[in-house]
């Protein structure tokens, strides 16, 4: 009997906290019982060399440190204790925690880019979300700054690698939709006709976004620590070979 796959594969822990990998359709808090609180909240409880790891209480809380949206997948730092709460979410609001992630979006870039330097979309936007015929946002705008770099694309899509500079809500959806490239499968910025193509013709369902990987400074130390997904894409990445030809 094959060995079943955690579906929420813990990346790395110390006391206080612990970086999980998050997997595509999974609330990480607005679901109680059923969101990514809850379900590692049980799993501590029930795990006793996991909960003497973390050090926590017999009475404890799991907080989230940062947001993920529910069908975005990735590197999500959790806190058991209090002090390591306040201390990392401090860093990621100085912006001090550097994140990259790895989208994959509609339409093609210059073959000259794939692998170069990184490139910029800067339009300012609302600190509210948008939708997809207005994804600036209503209310007044603010700097706004993503970088992406082309990692590799096919006949209709790019995987791109991106580092976000500001922390805007859908700062990464929102910008590649302004910018002619919206991520694939997005109900919010998308095309509807475009996701129901992929679900029909290609079996394809999940948002192309991912928090690949997240750098920050370990708490009461001066190292920094990057902390990487494991998850292979296995769907992004079958969607890119399907859609041939590549281009070099």
Known sequence: MADLIDPTPILELQKGWLAVDKPCGLSVHNDPGNDLVSIMADRIRSDALLANSLGVPKVFHVHPVHRL??????????ATDNLVLKNLSEQFIKGTVKKKYLALVHGNFDPELICKGYQVWDTFLSKTAGGRNNPIGKGKRVNCTTLYKVLRQS??????????????????????????????????????????????????QRLGLHCNSLEFVLPGQK????????????EMVLLLEKDCPVLP
């Open 69 to 78: 949206d529910k069908e975005t997948s990735g590197v999500i730092l959790l």
């Open 223 to 234: 190292n920094q620590v990057c902390i990487t997904s494991q998850n292979p894409l296995t």
């Open 155 to 204: 006949l209709h899509y790019a995987l791109l690698e991106i580092k976000l500079l500001t922390g805007r809500k859908h700062q990464i959806r929102r910008h590649a939709k302004i910018y002619g490239h919206p991520v694939i499968c997005d109900t919010r910025y998308g095309s509807k006709k475009s996701i129901q193509y992929l679900k029909d013709t290609l079996s394809y």
